[in-house]
């Protein structure tokens, strides 16, 4: 009788373990939260982006867009770096409607618009815009930018 018993539990036994081991073996979907809140993506970003790393800087930037309305001017910064005009010009867009008061995007449009030799009359306008909105301290940079443009647009003299 012992003997029937210790087989049942040896048995028993098995079962649960070869059960409790594939249970383990069964692929899982876990949710993990990301650890960096928006702003700390972007400081992060920010980090990359002065180390030279742009690749790096705009996947941060991009991970802060929802949540940080600088992302989108500093991605179309590290895009305009990295030579792709298109996303950086609607990274710029963007960047003017989350940061409507804000010189900076328009400014940096209407260069990147400038280097390009397109749109200027869109660039100069832009410009005008950036060096209105412009805090004093900051307006040589954007009048330069301004500047730049209406000499490009300027008529060449013979």
Known sequence: MN???LRQAALCLALCLAWGLTACALPRITMHQDPLSPAEHLKLGLAYESSGDL????????LAMDQEPLAHLYAGN???GMGKMEEAEKAYNQAML???????????????LYSRRQRLDQAE???AE???LAPPDRQ???RDTLECIQRARAPKSP
């Open 140 to 142: 040589a940079e954007f």
């Open 78 to 80: 590290v895009l305009f």
């Open 55 to 62: 690749p790096g800087a705009l996947h941060e930037y991009e």
């Open 125 to 127: 306008g832009l410009a």
């Open 130 to 132: 950036a060096l209105r």
């Open 3 to 5: 003997r029937i018993l």
């Open 98 to 112: 989350d940061l409507p008061l804000d010189p900076e995007p328009r400014n940096n449009l209407a260069w990147l």
